[in-house]
């Protein structure tokens, strides 16, 4: 059984920093890339950032470059999101993901993160 849980969320000041953790099992974590998405209110899912099976290879979407930083650990299954800078604009349920095709119907229940002053 694939499971997908991730921790770390809450509410924060802008400028503020968080770090969300993703715990993964029933699968064979280190055979795949992994992503973090999030949902903002009122637009679609959107990939935020990704990290290779190996955890060489880092990319990020535009927004948050240079304030995120994707990282795993293959010897725990997990993988993390540091969030450094936030800003309003961030607040957003994230989720992981393994990068398969077969997974698209598994999701976790997200981790709520609100930036508010």
């Known amino acids: 059984q694939v499971q997908l849980v991730e921790s770390g969320g809450g509410l924060v000041q802008p400028g503020g920093s968080l770090r969300l953790s993703c715990a993964a099992s029933?699968?064979?974590?280190?055979?795949?890339?992994m992503n973090w998405y999030r949902q903002a209110p009122g637009k679609d899912r959107e990939l935020v950032a990704t990290?290779?099976?190996?955890?060489?290879?880092?990319n990020y979407a535009d927004p948050v470059k240079g304030r995120f930083t994707i990282s795993r650990d293959n010897a725990k299954n997990m993988v993390y999101l540091q969030m450094n800078s936030l800003k309003l604009e961030d607040t957003a349920v994230y989720y992981c993901?393994?990068?398969?095709?077969?997974?698209?119907?598994?999701w976790g229940q997200g981790t709520l993160v609100t930036v508010s002053s």
């Open positions: 993901h393994p990068d398969g095709g077969r997974f698209w119907h598994t």
């Open positions: 029933g699968f064979t974590f280190t055979s795949y890339a």
């Open positions: 990290i290779t099976s190996g955890g060489i290879q880092l």
